[in-house]
């Protein structure tokens, strides 16, 4: 058996198209829609995050606000950036960043940021209020995976999820989200502290692997014919010396699983689809 594909980076090029229309709305109540960024320090790969997050926006014409501060700004500095874009009516919604540089405290960052203007979902408020099925933004990749499985018609409901991994990016916010009485799918949520992993994996509908670690679920680990998602995305050095990307999932499990979410062209250009879609509804709102 050979998986289908389903292909994220499509489904994001349609979510553009149908925000696209609804920018144009916006645009007649006199609103243009802004998207913040916040970048500190001088990543190569989260310099091309955040470019990649400005392409979408000029994409679907959203207005792009961004913030750059070197890799020794200060705590001040940031929280200065942070309230000037709380302050700013044009920005509707932002993100800051991550991994932020080492000497900077992550959690009073996030703090620091409008739970209202939180693109990325991530506010503890905004956690908070999955955490209670209060309205809110909800994290990208999270959101994402379950759009694209939806548009897919791939069933949530009664099936059963292993998600692997309990980040608070993507693996812990996935859980309450699967679980909310509008998805209702049965949840495991494993991680480093499972005992038998491929126990909980192979008797699962749909497996949700976001634990950035490289081809950890093996073909071996699944119930032929189930929905394989694969979030992981680790740099790696191939064997010519370049970098590279690669996922969770062993490629043979395109072999085995009846349906796979790749990486790339699967959750990547998904969650970028809903930060804008976060930044539209922010602005919908006035
Ligand atoms: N505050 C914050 N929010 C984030 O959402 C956030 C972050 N920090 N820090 C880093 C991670 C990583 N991340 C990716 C998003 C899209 C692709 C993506 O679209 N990847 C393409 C390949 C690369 C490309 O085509 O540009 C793909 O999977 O097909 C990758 C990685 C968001 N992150």
Redesign the pocket.
């Known amino acids: 058996m050979t998986a289908t594909l389903l292909d ?2 499509a489904t994001a090029a349609e979510i553009k198209d149908e925000l696209r229309i609804r920018v144009k709305a916006l645009a007649e109540r006199g609103i243009t829609p802004g998207l913040g960024t916040v970048l500190v320090g001088a990543d190569p790969g ?1 310099q ?2 955040v470019n ?1 997050k400005h392409r979408d926006c000029a994409e679907v014409g959203i207005a792009s606000i961004r913030r750059e501060l070197p890799a020794d700004a200060t705590q001040q500095q940031v929280d200065d950036v942070l309230a000037e874009l709380n302050a700013d009516p044009a920005c509707h919604g932002y ?5 932020l540089p080492a000497h900077l405290d992550t959690q009073r960052v996030l703090e620091l940021i409008d739970p209202d203007k939180d693109a ?1 979902g ?1 506010h503890p408020v905004n956690l908070g209020r999955l955490v209670l099925g209060y309205d809110g933004p909800l994290p ?2 999270p959101r994402g995976i379950v759009e694209l499985l939806r548009r897919h018609d791939v069933a949530l409901r009664g099936a059963t999820v292993a998600v692997v991994g309990r980040g608070n ?1 993507v693996g812990r916010p996935l859980g309450l989200l699967l679980t909310r009485r509008s998805e209702n799918a049965t949840v495991t949520l494993c991680h480093t502290g499972t005992l038998d992993l491929a126990s909980h994996t192979r008797a699962a509908d749909i497996v949700i692997v976001a634990a950035g670690v490289p081809g950890l679920l093996t073909a071996d680990m699944i119930n032929p014919g189930a929905v394989v998602v694969d979030v992981g ?1 680790t740099r790696v050095i191939g064997a010519d010396g370049k970098g590279r ?1 690669t996922g969770d999932v062993d490629p043979e499990v395109a072999e085995t699983a009846g349906a796979l979410v790749p ?7 998904m ?2 689809a809903m ?1 804008l879609t976060n930044v539209v509804e922010r602005a919908e709102r006035g």
Do not use: E, F, H, N
């Not at 993100?95 to 991994?99: A, E, H, R, S």
């Not at 990486?263 to 250009?269: A, E, I, K, L, S």
């Open positions: 994220g980076k989260s091309a995050y990649g993100i800051v960043q991550l991994p990325d991530l990208c990749t990016t995305i990307y990486m790339p062209g699967g959750v990547g250009p969650t970028r930060l």
